[in-house]
């Protein structure tokens, strides 16, 4: 396919594809030579490091934002456990498991639309003592920061922050009314105002159309993310997406392969919905994909660590930090 070759040439060439190109490559290249295309751009751009990272769910529930996919919202019925953030000596004991288990980067995530000032202190005070007791790359999910609270995060050994657009602006109130997509990219400004890098991606499988999938992606390489999740809806009883169909892995596949075109240096990492693939993602990351979170999700399982550094040793990934964090440790 002619126009599959040019795009690849350009993006090997340090180039971008626009969103009219994308849309072709998305809706008309076959599919096996659109992954094997992104995965050549993936060994070109990013080399073989593969980013594994583990989560704590470290403050669940009672949410006061109404998105339709979320089990933690206040507004959904999905029955999950709820409590108040963990403690230091609780997070700092799932760090520890997690670099047990192989894993470099751990990410505490919360519930809630932001932390409140005496929670990010709390927070701060567990960062700390992760940076103290593991070697750990720590990243934090805390909702609508302001820049001094991202500071105060990056001083504790912070170095990046996650907070997901979701989708494309277009379709975004149609899944949240409660905060807008420009809070969300005020949010991931601030972070980077305070020196950290950003993971930001979104949940496929909600509605949106191939235009909303390509819009996020332009949006995501506008801001310079590093670090992009790709989730797959998992429709949890009590939500008002419980009865949407789950994606497929050619689904999956052909959105990785297209965020690799899009995002060439980017980590497109396998996140949410990972375990609903017939192969636990194993041929993304053959098209296109090189990182994954590891471990249980918030609110459903995943993959386990020892599982995934087998599937990466049999891809020919080896394990690593990416971005700056990456260079550092080098």
């Not at 991202?150 to 504790?156: M, V």
């Not at 050619?250 to 240096?265: E, S």
Request: charged content about 25%; hydrophobic content about 40%; overall charge neutral.
């Amino acid at each position: 396919m002619k126009a599959l070759e040019e795009a690849l040439d350009r993006v090997l060439s340090c180039g971008e594809i626009s969103r009219d190109e994308a849309l072709v490559l998305y809706r008309d290249a076959p599919l096996e030579e659109l992954t094997r295309a992104a995965d050549a751009i993936r060994r070109a751009r990013c080399g073989t490091t593969f980013d594994l990272c583990a989560i704590i769910n470290g403050k669940s529930g009672r949410c006061s934002e109404n998105c339709r996919f979320c089990a933690q919202s206040a507004h959904n019925g999905a029955k999950i456990d709820e409590y108040e953030l963990l403690s230091a000596d609780e997070i700092v004991a799932g760090a520890k498991r997690a670099e047990a288990a192989g894993v470099l980067r751990f990410s505490i995530v919360t519930s809630g639309k932001r932390l409140s000032s005496r929670e990010v202190d709390q927070l701060c005070e567990a960062i700390r003592r992760i940076r103290a007791e593991t070697s750990l790359a720590v990243c934090c999910s805390s909702g609508l920061l302001s820049v001094e609270s991202f500071r105060a995060l990056k001083a504790a050994g912070m170095t990046r922050a996650h907070n997901n657009l979701e989708t494309s602006r277009r379709f975004f109130p149609s899944i949240c009314t409660t905060h807008s997509y420009d809070e969300k990219l005020a949010a991931l400004r601030a972070a980077r105002e305070a020196g950290l890098s950003l993971c930001s991606g979104g949940i496929f499988g909600l509605g949106e159309t191939a235009e909303d999938r390509i819009d996020m992606a332009l949006t995501l390489r506008d801001v310079g993310v590093e670090s992009v999740p790709i989730n797959i809806l998992n429709a949890i009883p009590g939500t008002p997406l419980a009865e949407t169909a789950p994606l497929t892995s050619t689904d999956a596949r052909r959105i990785v392969a297209i965020y690799r075109f899009l995002l060439p240096t980017a980590s497109i990492r396998l996140a949410g919905g990972r375990g609903l693939l017939d192969d636990f993602g194993f041929r993304c990351f053959e098209s296109g994909a090189n990182a994954t979170i590891t471990g249980a999700m918030l609110t459903t399982g995943g993959v386990d660590a020892k599982s995934d550094l087998q599937m990466i040793r049999i891809l020919g990934y080896r394990p690593g930090l990416d971005g700056r964090e990456g260079e550092s440790a080098r």
